[in-house]
């Protein structure tokens, strides 16, 4: 009965990735030739200041990403487990970014954001006039603000959810020993939401990791190599400089990074837990 | 289950960030609606934030006129073949895993737990190759084959943890009656599943609607283009006429909009369910 | 858990032996996407519409010989067409630039030798045009639309409220961008965003400078072709433009396939740009007020004044081509070949090339071009084209794809005051 969810996987995931393997030993150009290559890929990548930069910059994404996402997420489903109707109306409303395809957005912003017709030059305010995707210096911000823009909401839902589940008789407890709604939400709401954190921050880590539709439509990788970010070097340097090699280099170096993350914080919480439940069934 | 304290004291800094953020989801999104009806010569006259002086309903023909509903049921179709087959193979592998008494459920298990991780980008470049050797290339089963592969471990996941809730003794019982483990699958699991299976149907359904490398890598002619794709070469081929082009959003996006209406509570029950535990 | 790593190493090895079988077939499988007739790959915009009403004519007269056309974005395109060759889903008729790719294709026996049976056409062509599609003295590409040189457009309106005129020589031109500065416009539009308008530029200093010396030492892979002295000059030209503001402080996020870019001289936001003709009825369409009262120039690029450069030399694209690819049936590539020497450029065509302000690369056509409704810009492009002492192909067209993502990679850098020309040369020479 697993066989053709197996099959499925197997020949479209798992084959594609010893695929990459072996394609990383190789030279080849999409067009001639495929000769050996031995480790010269490797080294090459390892050499090249575009990728170990593409590589910086996926970590440096990553953490601005959990840090910008996480926080806003957390105070808006606390926020919004609250019943009253207005916050409903909010709850509404904050979900229609979800609705949004990354094509969609990315188009959208960069309009939104062009420094010569854009929302800036609209509302006259200097602060916003800024050159933001043509700044080297704020692009990766602008980038991590959009992808914020489409992904907080739903991580406001997680959080809204995992609120939700808190006893009230917690709150009720502690507000007769004299606790204010500061100390409730550092001692009851934080500690009990803790694995609705992890998940949302595991989920936060991996989409930021390979992060891709959104940042080749906004910024195609510039200005200059700013915000050009591990997945997209791997496909421009696979799909724009036909180097097949190096590509499948930087591909396997994404699944190994996005598998040491997702092994690592399913170590500290989730997964574990999830484990031993299925060892007891 | 309301938050008594709520109600007691007004959370001031929380409302407060929430009426800011609520500006900056819907400036861009008030800036998509009234572009999208601005006439093509206002657009680098007007103030891009104020009404439309003529507002015109011209950019959504022009979007119309090229063949854009040729792409949206190409998106249907993609979307809908992708989902209903990923949530058929997932339920039948979930219910293994979950009946299962060796360690083969738990490395099926393991595995959709590894598969999580890997990234779509990665896997691409073979993917490719594998299709254009099927015979698939430029074909709606190339969109569709690889997105169900890629969302099995997820919706594996989420159906496991919750197929596990099912009360052993309702297993127990249907065994008794000698129904075979296709019968439990149809008549036990999957009715008890329905919400788990709404969840993850949505949320999988809006990943495919939204999906763009594999359109971008393994199609490449207007029969097989599908909207998020669209988009992007209507930014190219429409060049200046930023109206259309947001107009085009507009249209990408009514589909799920209205199915967000008629279902929200489901939708959003769904989502949090999934991954709120 | 052993167990499993086990299973585990043998869907491994099960799994390898596929995808290496498959990897290695790719280079030779025949017989293109299906057996239903000739194929063709357009792009969208520019010359689209022309070429869709030939393709309509030919499969009107030849209802035997279909040829079924199809048109990508430009992006997408060249994604797409190099991995579609590469395993044998090419179209028949293929459309590109020329240059290396056309080499690579060929060196790799990709499209086929049509220097017989499309001489009727070559005949007519201007022999600077002609000449790109030819590798080792045969023809494997022919032109298919309009000669696309790059042109330095003004909005006079916008130059003569800041007192100054169109430059013809580089100082000039830096005399232009300070009175346009002191005016508060943009002196120059650019598209950083989008890279390719910057190749432009230091294409246009780079002939200039050192004339077509400069560009053919990296096509012949010679040792510090990029830091040779007038090279390096062009590059440091690019600094001194950047640093004197020319640009504006914005360029790095104008998108040109969004057309932000002529959008800002059409409504007097710039002064000039450098682009290819291509945007002409782009100015039609967003500014013909502007076009209509005489306020639309065009302009060859500057002299550069101690450069060795010939002032008549043109950058850009000669023409896009068009090749049979090798792969196809035999009588698929017989009707392409029919079609490139009956119908490319017959009168229809020229005729619907010039309704839309493109100029075909064929000899002789100045009385037609007078006809013409707005025959200014179309006799313009036309006599720098026929008159051009050398028709320089875009750069990243005429180097291989990975010299030329270095180069988009470097020169973006170098705009932005990431690298110095120094470090642009020196980056560059290590790509050769």
């Known amino acids: 009965m697993a066989a053709p969810a197996l099959i499925l996987f197997g020949v479209f995931a798992i084959v594609p990735l010893f695929g990459v393997a072996a394609l990383s030993f190789v030279h080849w150009d999409g067009l001639g030739a495929i000769t050996w290559a031995g480790f010269d890929n490797w080294t090459d990548a390892a050499s090249d200041p575009v990728s170990r930069n593409a590589l910086w910059l996926t970590v440096k994404l990553t953490v601005l990403c959990v840090l910008f996402q996480a926080p806003v997420s957390l105070l808006l489903g606390v926020f919004l487990a609250g019943r009253q109707r207005y916050r409903a109306l909010l709850a509404t409303l904050f979900f229609l970014p979800l609705l949004f395809s990354s094509a969609a957005v990315a188009i959208t912003f960069t309009a939104l954001l062009d420094p010569n017709f854009g929302a800036g030059s609209a509302l006259d305010l200097p602060l916003l006039a800024q050159n933001w995707l043509g700044d080297p210096q704020l692009a990766l911000y602008v980038v991590v603000f959009v992808i914020g823009w489409c992904f907080i909401p739903f991580h406001t839902l997680i959080y809204q959810a995992g609120t939700r589940q808190i006893p009230r008789e917690l709150y009720e407890a502690s507000r007769m020993d004299g606790a204010g709604p500061v100390q409730q939400f550092f001692h009851i709401t934080l500690p009990m939401l803790k694995y609705t954190i992890v998940t949302s921050t595991t989920l936060m880590t991996v989409g930021s990791l390979t992060y891709f539709d959104l940042i080749f439509v906004l910024t195609g990788g510039g200005p200059g190599n700013a915000t050009r970010v591990l997945p997209l070097d791997m496909y421009l340097t696979g799909f724009r400089s036909y180097d097949m090699g190096r590509a499948s280099v930087l591909a396997l170096v994404l699944v190994i990074v996005g598998l040491a993350v997702s092994l690592g914080l399913n170590r500290i919480t989730g997964a574990s837990r999830m484990e031993s439940q299925s060892e007891g069934s | 289950m309301a938050l008594q304290r709520n109600e007691h004291r007004p959370n001031v800094v929380g409302a407060a960030f929430a009426w800011l953020w609520l500006a900056v989801i819907i400036l861009p999104i008030y800036y998509i609606f009234i572009t999208s009806l601005r006439p093509r010569e206002d657009y680098y006259a007007e103030n891009p934030l104020s009404w439309p002086a003529n507002p015109t309903l011209t950019a959504y023909q022009r979007v119309l006129e090229n063949d854009f509903l040729r792409f949206f049921a190409n998106s249907v179709v993609v979307t809908a073949a992708s989902v209903a087959v990923t949530l058929a193979v997932s339920v039948m592998a979930a219910y293994v895993v979950v009946r299962s008494r060796d360690g083969f459920g738990r490395n099926l298990f393991r595995v959709a737990l590894l598969g999580i991780a890997i990234p779509i980008q990665a896997a691409i470049i073979p993917v490719y190759y594998l299709i254009v050797q099927l015979g698939l290339y430029d074909t709606l089963a190339a969109l569709i084959l690889p997105s169900i592969a890629f969302s099995i471990p997820l919706t594996l996941l989420i159906l496991t943890s919750f197929l596990r809730e099912i009360p052993e003794s309702l297993f127990e019982s249907m065994r008794m009656d000698g129904a075979t483990e296709w019968r439990i699958l149809l008549r036990l699991v999957v009715p008890l599943a329905r919400p788990a299976l709404a969840t993850v149907g949505v949320y999988q359904a809006l990943q495919v609607w939204n999906g763009f490398l594999f359109p971008l890598v393994l199609t490449q002619s207007a029969e097989t283009r599908v909207l998020p794709l669209s988009l992007w070469s209507f930014q190219g081929q429409f060049g200046v006429d930023v109206p259309a082009v947001l107009a085009a959003v507009v249209l990408s996006i009514l589909p799920m909009l209205a199915a967000y209406i008629l279902a929200r509570r489901q939708l959003v029950s769904g989502l949090t369910a999934g991954f709120g535990k | ?432």
């Not at chain 3, 630039?97 to 017989?116: F, I, R, S």
């Not at chain 3, 998108?255 to 945007?279: F, R, Y």
């Not at chain 3, 005429?398 to 020309?421: C, H, K, M, V, Y």
């Open chain 3, 1 to 432: 858990m052993k167990l499993g790593t086990r299973r585990r190493s043998l869907l491994a090895l099960g799994a390898v032996a596929p995808v290496a079988a498959a990897l290695g077939a790719c280079g030779n499988q025949p017989g293109g996407p299906s057996g239903d007739g000739a194929t063709a790959w357009g792009l969208t915009g520019g010359a689209e519409e022309a070429m869709r009403a030939s393709f309509e004519a030919w499969n009107e007269a030849n209802p035997d010989d279909q040829i079924t056309a199809e048109y990508f974005a430009n992006d997408a395109y060249k994604e797409k067409i190099r991995t579609a060759i590469g395993s044998g889903n090419a179209p028949t008729l293929v459309f590109g630039w020329a240059g290396a790719t056309l080499a690579d294709y060929v060196a790799n026996d990709q499209v086929v030798d049509v220097t017989e049976s499309t001489s009727a056409l070559t005949e007519r062509l201007l022999p600077s045009v002609a000449q790109v599609g030819m590798v080792d003295g045969k023809v494997y590409a022919v032109p298919n639309n309009q000669s696309q040189p790059v042109v330095l457009y003004h909005n006079n309106e916008v130059l003569e409220a800041a007192g100054t005129q169109v430059p013809t020589t580089w100082s000039e031109l830096l005399a232009a961008v300070e009175a346009l500065k002191g005016a508060d416009v943009i002196p120059i539009a650019l598209a950083g965003q989008s890279v390719w308008p910057e190749l432009m530029w230091i294409s246009y200093l780079a002939d200039r400078v050192g004339g077509e010396a400069a560009f053919q030492r990296v096509l012949d892979g010679e040792a510090g072709a990029w830091s040779h002295p007038d090279m390096l000059r062009a590059a440091q030209m690019i600094t001194e433009l950047v640093d004197a503001g020319a640009f504006g402080d914005g360029f790095a996020s104008v998108v040109a396939d969004a057309g932000a870019d002529h959008a800002l001289v059409s409504t007097g936001k710039a002064g000039m740009i450098l682009q290819g003709s291509w945007i002409y009825p782009e100015f039609l369409t967003n500014a013909p007020d502007l076009v209509a009262g005489g306020n639309l120039l065009f302009s060859t690029f500057p002299v550069v004044e101690d450069g060795a450069g010939d002032p008549t030399s043109i950058v850009g694209n000669p023409a896009n081509y068009w090749s049979i690819t090798a792969s196809a049936s035999e009588a698929d590539q017989g009707t392409a070949a029919d079609y490139l020497s009956e119908a490319v450029y017959d009168e229809e065509h020229i005729d619907s090339l010039l309704a839309i302000g493109a100029v075909p690369p064929v000899a002789g056509l100045e009385d037609r071009i007078a006809q013409e409704d707005d025959p200014a810009f179309l006799d313009f492009t036309y006599a720098m084209v026929r008159d051009a002492a050398h028709f320089e192909l875009s750069w990243d067209q005429a180097i291989p794809a990975d010299q030329a993502q270095e180069l988009l990679n470097n020169l973006s850098r170098l705009f932005l005051g990431e690298i110095t020309a120094e470090e642009f040369a020196e980056a560059m020479d290590a790509t050769l």
